[in-house]
């Protein structure tokens, strides 16, 4: 059986596609990634999706998204794809032991926080370590705690953390932030807040069972290191499309981000859409994802009809 579309992925993107493409009778398959619903259902209030006067739990408003497609028809799988091959009129994605058809692929699949790469750092993932300040902040009510990176997304969470913490230290490797001026000065100028620049972090200290206890701080200039006790690291150091899928049949930008066509979810395969997070680096909004999903599935039935 050749369906007439599969979307890969299922946060606001891939399921907003999916509710417009079961709207039009195109009875899509959604494949889960490996964070079905995607980065949302990590978080706890969402209060910028238009809608909710009062806000509303990210995984709700996942599940939501979820109910509405399967409402119109759309059918979904719990099994990461493992290859495609894109290029041919009829597209092949496989799911281990499962291979399927169809005419269009709209691609879904998000971006993932970037790591440091440390030893201990999935061990400690949940237990101290984490991606997501919004998410995980509450845990750490007058604790001390420590952000890494320079950009935008270190300097909010950083002052997000001072709701919480006794202390924030911003852990930057090089002597001037990347973030804009506003968040910059906000940082600097916050009392509860010290910047740690030209430093990197060598070591995490701790175990699953104590949580994470210390860092080694590691001085980037000159190489020294001292031992910091802290029960808290989050990391804000950028995002990593998740497009490695896709390597050798899609355009790509040198971060790998998916390339679309103008104002468009095309990419260089007729056939394939691209929409949210992974062909934006820019917004990485839920709701700009939403809106991406919405025109990927509007472009794939406009191609499909044109077939
Ligand atoms: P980003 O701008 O790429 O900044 C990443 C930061 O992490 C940089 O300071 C970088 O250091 C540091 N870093 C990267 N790899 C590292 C490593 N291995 N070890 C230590 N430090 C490392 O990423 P972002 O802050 O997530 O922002 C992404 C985009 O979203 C930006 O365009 C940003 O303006 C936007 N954004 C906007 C807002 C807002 O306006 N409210 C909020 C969040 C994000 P270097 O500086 O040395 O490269």
Known sequence: MTREVIILGSGPAGLTA????????????????????????????????????????????????????????????????????????????????????????????????????????????????????????????????????????????????????????LVHRRDSLRASKIMAERVIAHEKITVLWNTGIAKLLGDKKSGLTAVILKDTVNGSEKEMPATGLFYAIGHQPNTDLFKGQLEMDNNGYLVTTGASTKTNIPGVFACGDVQDHVFRQAITAAGSGCMAAIEAERHLSGH
Request: aromatic share 8%.
């Open 18 to 169: 999916a509710i417009y493409a079961s709207r039009a009778n195109l009875n899509p398959l959604v494949i889960h990634g490996p964070q079905p619903g995607g980065q949302l259902t990590t978080t706890t209030l969402v209060e910028n999706f238009p809608g909710f006067a009062q806000g509303i739990m990210g995984p709700e408003l996942m599940d939501q998204m979820r109910a509405q497609a399967e409402h119109f028809g759309a059918e979904f799988l719990q099994k990461p794809a493992t290859s495609v091959k894109l290029s041919a009129e009829r597209k092949t994605v496989v799911c281990d032991d499962q291979t399927f058809e169809a005419k269009t692929v709209i691609i879904a699949t998000g971006a993932s926080a970037k790591t440091l790469g440390l030893d201990r750092e999935w061990e400690l993932m949940g237990y101290g370590v984490s991606t997501c300040a919004t998410c995980d902040g509450a845990f750490f009510r007058n604790q001390i705690i420590l952000v890494v990176g320079g950009g935008d997304s270190a300097c909010e969470e950083a002052l997000f953390l001072t709701k919480f913490a006794s202390k924030v230290y």
